[in-house]
């Protein structure tokens, strides 16, 4: 991860950021000089060593994605429709399932093709579900990101089951179990949204597609505005951006569970981005690999 270092010389201090990295079971450290005091752009500065430091993991991300759309125009389009309809239902299953439901893909699979309940399953489970699918179809057909449309994905996700909470801004104060982040007041949160909102819409056209979808996710889990439902709606978003800039979607899956929430705590916590945006550049790169070998 990229951090800011201080270095002592006698009575003099230097700046420098340094990287870590672990490449085949060695450590390689990347260290640039800032100077005897910190630039006043130092944030920006630091998103520039990230990318020089990932310019070769961005380069290869780039050829998966020309792969990605090469291998595309050669399928007819029922197979593409079967295919993104297989996608949705997987991202449904892990994404639910992260976040505690019951199902098995299988049950998934059945309650979205062919309407069928499983026995011994909670109908919460099976109507999030139903509701996650309806609500991921709708998405690729956005053109917009707003505050509007989230709170309106939020809605169509838990109406039938969380009817107090869906399409609200939480007006109390949450603990994440498990987790040493505590989100901000619910007196902070329209300033952080309006802000998460401007910086969205300002980065979808600047910044790397895989970037923008990694912070996206991270700053809005963060900023927790909703009881319940962050790490569903803010998975929506990741897979909106990457689908509107025409990369392949991401499932951040069930297993991967442990240390995608320790790469997400760990940043929150230190108050580092780079911290997850590592873990979700090197997880991403990893899931299109195994996509397009299937």
């Known amino acids: 991860m990229v951090v800011l270092i201080k270095k002592r010389l006698g009575k003099q201090i230097f700046y420098y950021l340094r990287h870590v ?12 000089y800032l100077g005897k005091s910190l630039p006043k752009n130092l944030e920006v500065v630091m998103i520039e060593f990230f990318r020089e430091v990932y310019s070769q993991t ?8 020309k792969r990605f759309i090469q291998l595309g125009k050669k399928l007819p389009n029922s197979v593409k429709e079967k295919q993104l309809m297989d996608f949705g239902i997987r991202f449904t299953y892990n994404t639910d399932r992260i976040e ?26 099976v109507k999030e579900a139903e509701n996650h699918f309806n609500v991921f179809m709708e998405m690729l057909k956005e053109k917009k990101i707003s505050l509007h449309k989230v709170l309106e994905w939020h809605y169509k996700l838990f109406k039938d089951t969380k009817k107090d909470i869906a399409g609200k801004i939480r007006k109390h104060q949450v603990r994440i179990s498990g987790s040493k982040f505590v989100p901000p007041t619910p007196a902070e949160l329209n300033a952080l949204l ?8 300002r980065s979808l056209n600047r910044v790397h597609p895989v970037e923008v979808a990694g912070l996206a996710h991270l700053k809005f889990v963060t900023i927790h505005p909703f009881a319940d439902g962050n790490g569903r709606v803010s998975r929506l978003l990741i897979n909106w951006i990457l689908w509107h800039k025409n990369y392949p979607m991401f499932i951040i899956e069930y297993r991967n569970r442990a240390r995608y929430y320790s790469a997400l705590e760990r940043a929150q916590t230190k108050k580092n981005e780079f911290i997850f945006l590592r873990w979700f550049i090197k997880e991403y790169k990893r899931a299109v690999e195994r996509e397009l070998k299937c």
Do not use: C, H, Q
């Open 58 to 65: 961005y380069d290869e991300i780039e050829r998966l994605r």
């Open 21 to 32: 990295t672990r490449v085949k079971g060695r450590y390689r450290t990347i260290e640039k």
């Open 100 to 125: 505690g439901s019951t199902l098995t893909l299988r049950d998934t699979t059945l309650v979205i093709e062919k309407g069928i309940i499983p026995r011994n399953k909670l109908l919460a489970d």
């Open 194 to 201: 309006s802000e998460f909102f401007r910086w969205l819409n």
